[in-house]
Every structure is written in C-alpha cells, then in structure tokens.
C-alpha cells in the first residue's frame, strides 16, 4: 500500500473517530434535552389542566370533567392522564398504548427516554380538591430525535467528504517529492542514477533529496569514470587507431565469438588495396593515413556487414552473412569497386587495384585457421586478378538435407542436453571446493550413428531454415522435466537462446506459463543472450527484458565485452550478469591490456551491482590472472567438464558429420 493511501485511509480513521464522538456527545445531550423537554411539556400541561377542571371539581360535573380532560388528551402527546380526589382515588383517567413513533427499532434501545410523571394540585380555597397527573407520551420525542439524527448523519458525511478532499489535495501537494523520490529510487534500482529537481520545499524532504542527489552524483561519476577507462582500454587492445574500426585482436575475439555461439551462417572475407606505399613517397604519410581512412568510410558504408577490422595497411577484414558463393563473390566485387573508385579520387589510377578472398567460418576451425585460409583465397584473388570465394571446407550434408534431418530431428525430440557447472568466486579455494552458481545447458543432437553433434554445428542451418526458435523451446522443455526431478531441487540452471526467440514477443509469456505448469522456481532458470545479438536487435532486446521481467524472470548476456556497447547501456536491460567474452578469458594470461580492460569492466559492473563471469577457463594461470581482475565467477574444463544432465558420469564426446 502507498503512503498516499495509509496517510489518507488514517486521515479517514481520525476525521471520523472525531465526529463519531461528536456525534455521541452531541446524541447525549439530545436525549438529556428531550428528557427535560419531556418533564416540562407534562408539568406544564399538569398544572393549567388543575385550573381548568377546578371548577368541574368543586361541582362534582364529571361530564365536564371528563370533556375537559379528554380535549387535551386527545392531542396525543401525552401517554396518560388522571384527575384524582382528595383521598387519591382516580375520578378521570385517560391511558394511551406505550409507543415510539415511526423510528427504527433500535434507537429506543441506544436512547433511553423514560415516559415522566408529573402532577398539580387541584385547589379550592385553602383546601386541596383533588389532583391531576399527567405522564407525557416520548413517541413524538423519539421521531424529532431522529430526524435530527438524519440530518446530523448528512452534514457530518459532507464534512468527512469535504475535509478528505482538503487531506487528499494537501496530501498530494506535500507528497510530490515522494514521487519523484520513488520514481528516482526505481531508476537507481535499474542501474540508473538521475538528479530529482527542483528541491522540496519541506525541510525534511529537501535533504533527503539533496542526500539522494549527491549520493546519485557520485555514483554517476564512479560509473563514468569506470566506464571511460574501460572504454579507452578497449580503444587501446580492441580498436584500430587511425580508423576507429576493429584491430586484429578485435577481429580474432569476434571470430571466436562466432564460432562458439553460431547465430547463423557467416563468412570472413579479407581486402587488400594496393597504391598506398606510392601515396605516402609521393605525398606523405598524412596523405597516406587520410588515404586508409577514406577507404575505411567507403567499407563502413556498405551495409549488412557484421564486423569490419583493420587487420594491416590497407588490408581490411570483414564478418559477413554467408549465403551462397555467387552471392558472396558479387558483394565482394561490388566493394571493391567501391574501394577502386576511392584510389581514383586519390590518383591512383592503376596503382589502386584491390582484391578480395573470402572463406566460410567452419564451426571445427580456429580463428587464426580461419584467416590463414583467407589469406590463401586474397592471394589467390591476386593472382587471378578478381574476388576469390574459398568454400570447400563447408563440404558435407547439403542444406535441404540438413532441413529435412533437422524437422524429424524435432519431431522425434532427438536432442540431449549437456551442462557445465559455473561456480562463484573461489580465490585461495580449490574450484572443486567453490559454491555453484549454476549449470549452464547446451544443447546436443543425435546423429544418424547415436553420435552428438555441438550446437556450433547444426545451430547455423537451424537459423537458416527458420527452426532455431523450435529447437530452443523443446530443448527448454526438457530441461523443466529435468528440473522438475528430485535430483536438481534447488539447482539453477541457465540456456543460450537464439536471436529468432529473442524476437518473438511471445515467448516470455509461453515460458512463464510452462513455468507455471511446473514446481520449478522462475529465479532457477535463466536465460543467455549473446551481446552481440541485443546490439543487433535494440528495440526487440529490451521489450525482450522487460517482458522477462514482468513475468519474474531474468536472463544474462554471453560473449560480453568486445562489441561497442557500453556497460551502462547493457545494465539498462536489467541483466543477472555478464559472461566474459571467450576470447578475453584465453588472451588475459599473453595480454596485458586484456588483464587491465577486464579489470575495468568488472570495476563498472561493480558499481552497477552486476556479477562477471569468465568463461572457457582452461588453465590454473587464466584464472588466478581472472581472480586477481575481479571477476566472480568461472566456467571451463579448468572448473568441470561438460557433462550429460542425465548421467553426470557421461562427460561429452563430440563428433560432427
């Protein structure tokens, strides 16, 4: 309940205890009044009726008697009336039924207006003649009391209602602060850190929002400060000086990233424009280096290119989607048209001659075989003298092959989950002795021959033929009937989801309703993301987080570290943690400035209150390097094998087709 509510609902209690008393109070004095009122009416009434029958009295007229207490009896107001003589005995006496007026019943039970009994003696001269008694009827007295009640209910529900509406006005006016206070407190809580202007008025307010202010200030400045090392640190080990683009080392992270966590099909294409030894002798260096950048422009303008490096001088690499080689070939002779017109406007007229070789990213091959094999399509290409696509090593089943294997495949649910444990922070522990954070599960499929085949390898036609989306839902299904079992009560568990997943709005809603379906806990299962999958889809990323959210999931980001975006922009998306990029992890031991990057990006996540992860942590010499940068958590061989989630004592062997 909000603190409008509980001040206003309290408001209520006390505006109404107050005049529910003065209501009571003013109820009792009613009925003391009424009870007067009661006496008085019936003594009066006593004493000018022993005038008037004196005289019928004396006479002994009981017909004039009686005619003279029956004109004011027959007012009603009285319950009873009786002339009596000397001796006491009754001459006349008219009695009424015992009655309360047209009220509810139960207010003659709150009110008690006892009937009073008053008398005048009838004299003649110095002689008592007899006496009249005179009890009035409180019939009358109840009904104008009610009434009153009425009307005193009414004004004092009008007073409730206009002074609630003064309270929630005033209470509005002073709580605004509050809001903003609120709204400021929930931003902080979302890794934000705004400023609440203007300043309350209120003493009270005015320094808690100045502490928040200042709190907030600091923090924001800790956080830039943090992210513009880690950003010049990546500047300096990920970033090509001259033009801004990625250097070799970025262009090595970006492949490995690829070829661990495969969203689709993809092809590394070198370009190598010659001229510009000529530029810089005829020219100069400075011509030279604007030379390179103008190529750089041209390249970066052309469109659906994933990644673009400078690998060396005037030799550029690009991460391309990789359809066909016909395809390829023309987006590679297209670009270095491009390039060919830039030596032009530069004077190179023969002298600017570019080539391009090009080959497929393999899910078996390493970064550095990878560019070894582009190597050898560009030299080729300068040989030939046009573009080269090398795709020979993409030799075995075909793609409508892979299609149709890969429906049956999920018709006959023949895949298998493996998982990895991630453990936290261990510094003077053995691994084997560290806290699990959780198991992260890959997914697996059942060749023809009962062999397992790496989402690295099949993931890729997945993508292609539009069945990664159903592949991740049965492999999630899966892992909930595993979770469900006795033997993972308690455990978390973690899954890499595809970019098509990631887009579909619906799928936050069918996990939650899978969960709810099951005794699983939503905090045991989280989601992974790769990085460079919510850089490419912003939008769909974060309605994707905050769907999460508002079905009380969470999810973390995979592969973080080598993309351009900043720390503060992914802890907007709320994510549970960050897991290291796998090509920082296996560099951090031969690579200082990756040790020194690492250590600010874990510096930033601090202050954000995001863990980091490291993950492929192989060897002892990565992870006391890791440890000593700040990163609280590990996953690798180094930390435990991957293993079936069925049968722990199965250890992963695979072979691919």
């Known amino acids: 309940m909000s603190l409008k509510s509980q001040f206003l609902i309290g408001s209520l209690i006390a505006v109404s205890t107050v005049f529910a008393l003065l209501f009571a109070g003013t109820g009792i004095r009613l009925q003391h009044y009424f009870q007067a009122q009661l006496g008085a009416h019936a003594q009066d009434t006593a004493t000018s009726l022993a005038v008037a029958v004196n005289s019928a009295l004396r006479q002994q007229d009981k017909i004039l008697l009686d005619t003279t207490v029956q004109a004011v009896f027959d007012s009603g107001y009285y319950g009873r009336v009786a002339v009596l003589d000397a001796a006491g005995k009754i001459i006349i006496e008219k009695t009424l039924p015992p009655a309360n007026g047209d009220v509810p019943g139960w207010l003659p039970g709150i009110v008690k207006l006892a009937p009073p009994l008053r008398s005048a003696f009838v004299t003649s001269g110095w002689k008592q003649a007899g006496v009249v008694e005179v009890t009035s009827q409180p019939a009358f007295a109840y009904r104008e009391l009610w009434l009153l009640m009425q009307d005193a209910i009414l004004w004092i529900c009008a007073a409730i209602i206009f002074t609630m509406l003064l309270m929630a006005a005033l209470v509005r006016s002073i709580l605004r602060p509050l809001v903003k206070i609120e709204k400021a407190a929930l931003a902080v809580s979302g890794r934000q850190f705004p400023t609440i202007t203007p300043i309350p008025r209120a003493r009270e307010l005015g320094r808690v929002v100045e502490a928040f202010n200042t709190l907030s200030s600091s923090v924001r400045l800790m956080l830039g400060e943090a992210e513009n090392l880690a950003e010049r640190f990546r500047k300096q080990t990920l970033t090509d ?5 990625g250097n070799r080392r970025s262009l090595i992270a970006n492949i490995d990233m690829l070829l661990e966590s495969p969203q689709g099909e993809y092809a590394l294409a070198l370009l190598q424009i010659e001229g510009l030894a000529k530029l810089n002798s005829m020219i100069g260096h400075e011509q030279g280096d604007q030379f390179v950048r103008a190529l750089a422009d041209a390249i970066t ?15 550029f690499a690009l991460l391309l989607d990789f359809t066909t080689e016909s395809v390829l070939k023309g987006k590679l002779d ?44 560009l030299a080729r290409s300068h040989k030939f003298g046009s573009s080269v696509v090398d795709c020979a090593q993409s030799a075995g089943m075909p793609s409508g092959q892979w299609k149709k294997y890969l429906q049956e495949a999920i018709s006959a649910d023949r895949f298998r989950l493996y998982v990895q444990p991630v453990i936290g922070h261990t510094q003077n522990q053995q691994p084997e002795s560290a806290p699990v954070l959780h198991y992260e599960a890959y997914s697996r499929l059942i060749y023809s021959d009962g062999q397992l085949i790496k989402a690295a390898r099949f993931m890729p036609m997945a993508i292609r033929h539009n069945l990664a989306a159903d592949i991740d839902r049965l492999c999630l299904r899966n892992l909930l009937q595993h979770m469900n079992t006795g033997n993972a009560a308690g455990k978390h568990y973690a899954f890499n989801i595809s970019h098509e ?21 939503k905090s045991n299962l989280i989601l992974e993301v790769s990085e460079s999958i919510l850089l490419a889809s912003p939008q769909e990323a974060r309605h994707f987080s905050e769907a999460l959210l508002a079905h009380g999931l969470s999810f973390g980001i995979d592969q973080f570290g080598v993309q351009k975006a900043t720390v503060t922009e992914l802890a907007r998306l709320q994510p549970a943690y960050f897991k290291l990029a796998t090509d920082l992890t296996r560099n951090c ?12 990006l874990v510096k930033t996540s601090g202050i954000l209150d995001i863990p980091v992860i490291a993950t492929c942590v192989e060897k002892e010499e990565w992870r006391e390097r890791l440890v ?8 690798g061989q180094l930390i435990g094998p991957v293993v079936s989630l069925e049968n722990p004592d199965d250890i992963e062997q695979d072979v691919a087709p």
């Not at 303008?301 to 400078?310: G, N, Y």
């Not at 899910?363 to 050898?376: M, N, P, R, V, W």
């Not at 887009?503 to 806990?521: H, I, K, Q, Y």
């Open 501 to 521: 997943l990631l887009c579909n709005p619906a799928f936050p809603e069918w996990l939650s309703d899978e969960l709810l379906g099951s005794a699983v806990a």
């Open 589 to 600: 031991a031969d690579v200082e400035e990756y040790c020194e990057y690492i250590a600010w």
């Open 241 to 245: 000086m001259l033009t801004g683009m």
């Open 301 to 315: 303008e052309v469109p659906h290119l994933s990644f673009i490096a400078r690998v060396r001088g005037t030799t």
């Open 628 to 635: 000593k940068a700040g990163v609280s958590g590990f996953q």
């Open 334 to 377: 297209a670009i270095c048209l491009r390039l060919e017109n830039v030596c032009r406007n530069f004077g190179l007229t023969g002298e600017g001659r570019c080539a391009a070789g090009a080959v497929r990213l393999f899910y078996k091959d390493t970064a550095s075989q990878a560019l070894a094999k582009a190597d050898e399509a």
